[in-house]
């Protein structure tokens, strides 16, 4: 019952977090609400994997322990865009903080969707690295049009 709990809170944060995130890419008032919901995101992630972690098979746990090690850079990220974007203007340090964690977010959306499809290892490992790389290149498209306008 808890990791479901868990599961719902994390995934719903998530959502809001990357909802927030592409706010915050144009508009730093956003980004309180951007930060607060990775950091709860995470939490609930961190929440949901420990309660059932003794019942996942090794493959699995590799996954779910890579996702909770790519959550914590993400929160860190998102509190460096927060902190410069606090600090000065919007800036292109800032953007790639929130882009990253906005293609982290979607990478992992897309991950767990084909890891609960019950794909193999590979395939879900390979879907990993072909959404990371389509997002980035996604990225640097955005930022050459949102940079300038924001300074």
């Given at each position: 019952m808890w990791h479901t709990v868990f599961i719902v809170l994390h995934a719903a944060l998530g959502v809001v977090a990357f909802a927030a995130g592409c706010r915050a890419l144009r508009h730093s008032r956003a980004l309180g609400t951007?930060?607060?919901?990775l950091l709860g995101m995470a939490v609930f992630l961190v929440l949901a994997v420990a309660v059932e972690w003794r019942v996942l098979?090794?493959?699995?746990?590799?996954?779910?322990?890579?996702?909770?090690?790519l959550?914590?850079?993400?929160?860190?990220?998102?509190?460096?865009a927060w902190r410069?974007?606090?600090m000065a203007a919007p800036s292109g340090r800032s953007f790639d903080h929130v882009g990253?964690?906005?293609?982290?977010l979607f990478d992992a959306f897309v991950v767990v969707t084909v890891l609960n499809a019950g794909a193999p290892g590979w395939l879900i490992a390979a879907t990993g690295v072909v959404v990371?790389?389509?997002?980035?290149?996604?990225?640097?498209a955005?930022?050459?049009r949102v940079v300038p306008a924001v300074g």
């Open positions: 951007y930060w607060w919901s098979d090794p493959a699995t746990r590799v996954v779910f322990g890579a996702l909770v090690v959550a914590v850079v993400m929160v860190a990220r998102g509190w460096a410069l974007q606090r990253f964690t906005l293609v982290s990371g790389v389509a997002g980035h290149f996604v990225l640097v955005v930022r050459r």
